[in-house]
C-alpha cells in the first residue's frame, strides 16, 4: 500500500511494482502453504508454542482457511494505494464497506450450517472478506490503473530500487506483528493458558479499532508531504490530535464503568 501510493505513478514504475507484489504474494502464501501441512504446524503449535491440544486443533483448522489472506491483501493493498494517489480515498472505504458486507454474509452462512467451531467461522468470514474487498478495489481502481500505464515513464525502477524502498516498510510492520506470536507463546506456558488465549483475541481487537487511525495515517503523510514537505506542520499537527482521541477513546472503555 505505502509503495504503491508513494511511487507507482507511470508505467514502468507500476509494471515494477506489480510484478514484485506478485511474487511476494507468491512466497508468502508458499510459506503458509508449509506452515499448515499437519507435521509442522503440530511442531509449532503443540511443541513450540505449546498450545492445549484443543486450541492446537482448532487453530490449524482456522489457518488453513486463512491461506488466501497473505495473497487477498497484497493484492487489494496494491490497488488500494494506486486509489490513495489518485485522489480516491472514498473508494478505499468504499472496499471497506464491501469487506464487511461479505464477512457478515460469511459468518452467517457458516454459522447456519451447523455446528461450526467459532474459530473456524472467524476464519472463514475474514477471509471471504478479504477477498471480496480485494476483488472490489481492482474494479474500482480500473480507471486509474489505465491513467497509470498510459503515462510515459522515463528509466523504469530497478529490482534493487523496489527492495531497498520496501524493505523498511516490511520489516516495521514484521517487528511490531511478530510480537502476538511471541505473547501467545507465554501465555501457553502460563496459568489458565485456554482461558487467557480466548480472552487475548478479545482485547487484541478492541485496541486495533484504536490502532487503525494510526495505522492509516501513514499513506496520508506520504500522499501529502511527497517530497516538498509543505505540509509538514499541519500533517504533524493533525497527527497528534489523531493520537490523542485515539488514547482518550480507549482510556474512556478501559479506565471507566
Do not use: C
Amino acid at each position: 500500500l505505502t509503495a504503491t501510493t508513494a511511487l507507482a505513478k507511470d508505467r514502468a514504475s507500476f509494471l515494477a511494482f506489480r510484478r514484485f507484489a506478485w511474487r511476494l504474494n507468491g512466497v508468502v502464501t508458499a510459506a503458509l502453504l508449509v506452515l499448515v501441512l499437519p507435521s509442522v504446524f503440530d511442531f509449532l503449535a503443540r511443541r513450540l508454542l505449546a498450545l492445549p491440544p484443543e486450541v492446537a486443533s482448532l487453530a490449524h483448522r482456522a489457518t488453513v482457511l486463512l491461506v488466501p489472506w497473505p495473497a487477498a491483501i497484497g493484492y487489494r493493498r496494491f490497488y488500494q494505494g494506486l486509489l490513495i494517489r489518485a485522489g480516491l480515498t472514498r473508494r478505499v472505504a468504499w472496499g471497506t464497506v464491501v469487506r464487511l458486507a461479505a464477512m457478515a454474509a460469511a459468518a452467517f452462512t457458516a454459522r447456519a450450517a451447523g455446528d461450526v467451531a467459532g474459530a473456524t467461522v472467524g476464519a472463514w468470514a475474514l477471509t471471504a472478506g478479504v477477498v471480496a474487498d480485494a476483488a472490489a478495489s481492482r474494479v474500482m481502481a480500473a480507471g486509474t490503473v489505465a491513467a497509470t500505464l498510459r503515462t510515459p515513464s522515463a528509466a523504469p525502477p530497478t529490482w534493487g530500487d523496489v527492495v531497498r524502498f520496501y524493505r523498511p516498510l516490511a520489516l516495521t510492520s514484521t517487528i511490531a506483528l511478530a510480537a502476538q506470536p511471541v505473547v501467545t507463546f507465554f501465555m501457553g506456558q502460563a496459568r489458565h493458558p485456554v482461558e487467557s488465549l480466548a480472552g487475548l483475541p478479545v482485547v487484541n481487537a478492541l485496541v486495533f479499532v484504536f490502532r487503525t487511525p494510526g495505522l492509516s495515517y501513514q499513506e496520508v503523510a506520504i500522499a501529502l508531504l511527497g517530497r516538498s514537505w509543505d505540509n509538514l506542520g499541519r500533517v504533524k499537527a493533525f497527527a497528534a490530535l489523531l493520537g490523542g482521541l485515539a488514547s482518550a477513546g480507549l482510556a474512556a472503555i478501559a479506565l471507566t464503568p
